[in-house]
């Protein structure tokens, strides 16, 4: 039996503190607000970040940085992942899901050239390295750019 398959103690645990139910509790009469103010009234008490009327520390703080709303983010796959599809095969965004290789596709692929790639295989990706590139084409493979011939097509109409 491991610690995580104990079962639970119905005895343990701290049971709730019972407040307002009068002088002999010991929590009677202000269950535990106090007197008067802010926290003793009911729906009363302040935001996140209050400070009593001080500036809070998240408004004196200088601003920093800057955040591209249309950065891309791309799924990356390494040339050493594609070592288990056969021989001659395609592989794409399908492929990649199925394999595990891929979670959730983002912006796109990026394929990247980390590890050797020992059979010739045709890979579409969205994007790719030129080290990867060649890799790829040093096993005897092709790679396909999807956004690179999507740009080609367009100026050459």
Same mark, same amino acid.
């Given at each position: 039996?491991?610690?995580?398959?104990?079962?639970?103690?119905?005895?343990?645990?701290?049971?709730?503190?019972?407040?307002?139910?009068?002088?002999?509790?010991?929590?009677?009469?202000?269950?535990?607000?106090?007197?008067?103010?802010?926290?003793?009234?009911?729906?009363?008490?302040?935001?996140?970040?209050?400070? #009593?009327?001080?500036?809070?520390?998240?408004?004196?703080?200088?601003? =920093?940085?800057?955040?591209? !709303?249309?950065? /891309? +983010?791309? *799924?990356?796959?390494?040339?050493?992942?594609?070592?288990?599809?056969?021989?001659?095969?395609?592989?794409?965004?399908?492929?990649?899901?199925?394999?595990?290789l891929?979670?959730?596709?983002?912006?796109?692929?990026k394929?990247?050239?980390? #590890?050797e790639?020992?059979k010739?295989?045709?890979?579409?990706?969205? =994007?790719?390295?030129?080290? !990867?590139?060649? /890799? +790829?084409? *040093?096993?005897?493979?092709?790679?396909?750019?999807?956004?690179?011939?999507?740009?080609?097509?367009?100026?050459?109409?």
């Open positions: 039996m491991k610690l995580n398959e104990l079962p639970k103690n119905p005895a343990g645990g701290r049971s709730v503190k019972r407040v307002g139910r009068g002088i002999g509790s010991g929590h009677g009469k202000t269950s535990c607000r106090g007197q008067k103010g802010q926290s003793a009234r009911s729906g009363g008490y302040h935001k996140v970040g209050f400070e #009593g009327g001080q500036m809070p520390l998240q408004r004196r703080l200088p601003k =920093r940085g800057f955040k591209n !709303a249309f950065r /891309k +983010v791309y *799924a990356v796959v390494n040339v050493q992942d594609l070592d288990l599809f056969e021989a001659g095969s395609h592989v794409g965004l399908d492929e990649l899901k199925a394999n595990g891929v979670g959730r596709e983002r912006d796109g692929i394929l990247l050239a980390q #590890g790639l020992s010739p295989l045709t890979i579409q990706v969205d =994007r790719a390295s030129a080290a !990867a590139i060649a /890799k +790829v084409r *040093a096993a005897g493979g092709e790679v396909i750019v999807k956004s690179v011939a999507l740009a080609q097509s367009t100026t050459a109409e």
